[in-house]
């Protein structure tokens, strides 16, 4: 999720988990804490590109790295706060349910999760809620609105904040089943036409559950659209051919082979304009800026890669131009809509 998302998870669990303990103080460290995985962004510069990709949501995001730091946090609670020395175990509940809370819902986007480092390095990604997503949020942000007006330590407190967890808790299952659904739907009309697929991913674009990317793979290349899920339709079809043949050069290299893990195989390759750049896309993510299915001259992550006069392989991450202003955002929600089939 992205880093508000986890502001505002983090101050309601604090203030559900310790609040009448710990007063106000608890919304507002549940906040920090519920964060604190996601500094591993500070590394990222001085990393290669395949390496800051995979290092990002990695070691920090561990089920040992909570273990390990939670009881560390709490003691630190107690010194800054004084008063609250006898409260370890309430700092230790509010440390444990906002960081174990933060690599939970990292788990049901496209990105990936290393929990079970240094154990092992897979990724947990079960694709079923987008980076950002409005109506998983909502009753958070509803929640601290509500905080304003209510009392510190009163009953009704923490009943809001319950709340909150409870519908995105199940707006959390309504995405697994929406997703299941989709899939299910997908295979099935893929069979019903006699199509020969290797695998598919679907996961649902930014801001919603209810517009997904749907990206099925044969032998060649990737198809991939956009599924309607208020109208069935299937939007912005397109085609990419792998031209897997383009990495000959540089296909056992380490840096390569991250990408590719990173992408789970869900990549193709082209020329660059100069032909001595081969260009990576992540076709995951190609569809951020919400106007089409694998948008790749807008795809999220991009890799410039070419082979130097030593034969050492250049990687560079190309940042395409993106922004999403309000003509974006009604395009997207148009799809919700419209009835065409591109």
């Known amino acids: 999720m992205d880093s508000i998302s986890h502001i505002l998870i983090g101050a309601v669990t604090g203030e559900t988990v310790a609040g009448n303990k710990l007063g106000k103080k608890a919304a507002l460290w549940g906040a920090v804490i519920a964060s604190l995985p996601d500094l591993d962004v500070i590394a990222q510069p001085f990393l290669k590109p395949a390496q800051s990709l995979l290092f990002h949501r990695g070691p920090t995001h561990s089920v040992i790295f909570c273990v390990l730091i939670i009881p560390l946090i709490a003691k630190l609670m107690t010194v800054i706060h004084k008063k609250t020395k006898d409260n370890r175990i309430d700092w230790i509940k509010l440390c444990s349910w906002c960081l174990f809370s933060h690599i939970f819902i990292d788990c049901f986007n496209s990105y990936g999760t290393a929990i079970f480092y240094p154990f092992s390095n897979f990724r947990v990604a079960f694709d079923c809620i987008g980076i950002v997503d409005i109506f998983l949020i909502l ?112 296909d056992k290299n380490t840096e390569f082979m991250r990408l590719v893990r990173f992408s789970k195989g869900f990549y193709c390759l082209s020329r660059g304009e100069n032909n001595e750049e081969i260009i990576f896309y992540d076709l995951r993510f190609a569809s951020f800026d919400f106007d089409g299915a694998a948008d790749l001259d807008k795809a999220v992550f991009v890799h410039r890669l070419k082979i130097n006069e030593n034969g050492e392989l250049i990687m560079q991450h190309h940042y395409p131009k993106r922004k999403v202003d309000l003509e974006k955002l009604k395009k997207y929600f148009r799809q919700l809509t419209d009835n065409d089939i591109y």
């Open 139 to 250: 009753p958070f942000v509803i929640a601290l609105l509500l905080f304003i007006f209510v009392k510190k330590g009163t009953k009704l407190r923490k009943i809001i904040a319950s709340s909150a967890i409870l519908l995105s808790a199940l707006y959390l299952c309504f995405a697994i089943i929406n997703k299941i659904s989709i899939e299910h739907k997908v295979k099935s009309y893929l069979d019903s036409i006699n199509v020969d697929y290797d695998k598919i991913l679907t996961t649902p674009l930014p801001l919603t559950n209810l517009v997904w990317l749907v990206i099925v793979e044969d032998e060649d290349g990737f198809f991939s659209a956009n599924y309607n899920f208020i109208n069935k339709h299937v939007n912005y079809a397109k085609y990419f051919s792998k031209n897997y043949h383009l990495a000959e050069k540089f």
